[in-house]
């Protein structure tokens, strides 16, 4: 008996279930496998965070919860991390994320202490909130540790007159950023080895 390539193509169809609705439906393209992140120092009111890696060495970064007042629900976050290389003056990379409904032509200031507010423009907004991209220098690195507190000041788009004035906090920053590593070289720095007190010798006895 002979067998036309459409009757070829009715058997495979039988002899393989679901090919047919494959055929009626949108392929699947799949969804990015999501990132694994994990605390594993706090440093003050610092965390380090770090980034699973099946292939390597685990990359890491600092974190802090932004609050408006300490009891109060979290408004944002902040991260810095070190560069592999500088970019001009910056050593270092900071992202602060804060709420949607955020004025962005106002931008965002960073003021440590008493010293003079820095500003930075919004980079650009999704579902998770606004986010500013800042490049900082030694300068700024020095101010951070010798910080006691820096405010991130912003205004809202319903009332764009007003200031938010948000804290962040620097305890334990000196400490949390002695902790990363270089970039390229794993996430945390590298512990020195522990060393043995020389021996010594017992006093002669007559």
């Not at 965390?47 to 109060?72: F, K």
């Not at 408004?75 to 955020?102: C, D, F, R, Y």
Request: a negative charge; proline letters at 8%; hydrophobic letters at 40%.
């Amino acid at each position: 008996m002979a067998y036309s390539l459409k009757t070829l193509a009715a058997a495979a169809l039988i002899a393989l279930p679901g090919a047919a609705l494959a055929q009626e439906t949108a392929l699947d393209i799949g969804q990015p496998v999501p990132l694994e992140t994990y605390i594993d120092g706090v440093f003050g009111d610092w965390s380090r965070e770090c980034l699973r890696n099946p292939d390597g060495d685990d990359p890491c970064q600092l974190v802090q919860i932004l609050r408006e007042t300490p009891e109060a629900n979290p408004v944002g976050k902040v991260t810095v991390g070190k560069l592999e290389e500088a970019q001009g003056e910056a050593v270092a990379g900071s992202m602060v994320i804060l709420p949607l409904g955020t004025f962005l032509p106002a931008n965002l200031q960073l003021k440590v202490d008493s010293n003079q507010a820095r500003v930075y423009p919004f980079r650009f907004c999704d579902n998770v909130g606004c986010v500013v991209q800042m490049g900082l220098t030694a300068q700024d690195l020095g101010l951070y540790k010798a910080g006691k507190m820096a405010k991130i000041i912003i205004s809202p788009a319903a009332k764009p007159d007003a200031r938010v004035e948000i804290p962040m906090s620097l305890t334990g920053f000196t400490d949390a950023y002695a902790s990363l590593g270089t970039p390229g070289s794993g996430g945390k720095a590298e512990e020195a080895p522990a060393t043995e007190a020389p021996a010594t010798e017992a006093p002669a006895t007559e």
